[in-house]
């Protein structure tokens, strides 16, 4: 590897790929040369090379538009009582209500797991995120990785609709001092749902504040 300028590495089978980066402006330019393998015409494996160029150029450039945002609040329960209230389904249902009165989550919060974060909007049309644990270490951490959108009950993981959520990451971080919990929250937002973010986590970190207070 050289940092910025070129990735060079080997396949299972012993065939290399070389991975050049050449930048002009706020542009790059990305040359990949691979060696073929003898099962499938040449052509064919070049398309599919190509296709996945295209799909990591939609991606990076999507993310031009991705800002992390940081919410966070003190919380007079120990880290414990602030996770485990936190992932707890009819405590979820609770505090995430500040985003959806009828806001619940589908699946399991095991690291590795998939999960749906789902609700019903004014029509009655079940939509929400298609997602996985990326990571739990209980009572300290959380990452979730999203990688879609539930739309009119359908699940929907590739396509213009969910270019720029595929990969954004929603992380959670207990501090506790004192039987006392920092609880930071940090998301990748789009600029489309910035301002409503700013407005709505604090008011469901306060939700969940209060219960876990209580």
């Known amino acids: 590897v050289e940092a910025n300028e070129r990735i060079v590495y080997t396949i299972d089978d012993g065939r290399k790929v070389k991975i050049n980066f050449m930048g002009n402006d706020n542009k790059t330019n990305i040359v990949e040369t691979f060696e073929a ?108 990785e999203h990688l879609g959108i539930v739309k009119n009950g359908e699940e929907i993981t590739s396509g213009s609709e969910v270019e720029e959520w595929a990969g954004a990451l929603e992380n959670y971080t207990f501090t506790e001092n004192k039987d006392k919990t920092l609880l930071l929250v940090e998301i990748d937002s789009n600029q489309e749902f910035k301002s409503y973010f700013m407005e709505t986590w604090p008011k469901a970190l306060n939700k969940l504040k209060a219960i876990c207070e209580a």
């Open 37 to 144: 393998e003898s099962t499938h015409p040449v052509e064919m494996q070049r398309s599919g090379w190509q296709a996945i160029l295209n799909n990591f150029k939609k991606y990076a450039e999507s993310q031009g538009n991705v800002e992390k945002l940081c919410f966070e609040i003190n919380i007079n329960a120990s880290a414990e009582k602030v996770y485990t209230c936190m992932l707890d389904e009819k405590h979820y249902a609770e505090w995430t209500s500040a985003f959806n009165p009828t806001s619940y989550f589908k699946g399991s919060w095991e690291k590795g797991s998939k999960i749906l974060f789902l609700g019903t909007d004014k029509d009655g049309s079940m939509g929400g995120m298609v997602s996985r644990i990326k990571e739990n270490i209980p009572y300290k951490f959380i990452s979730i």
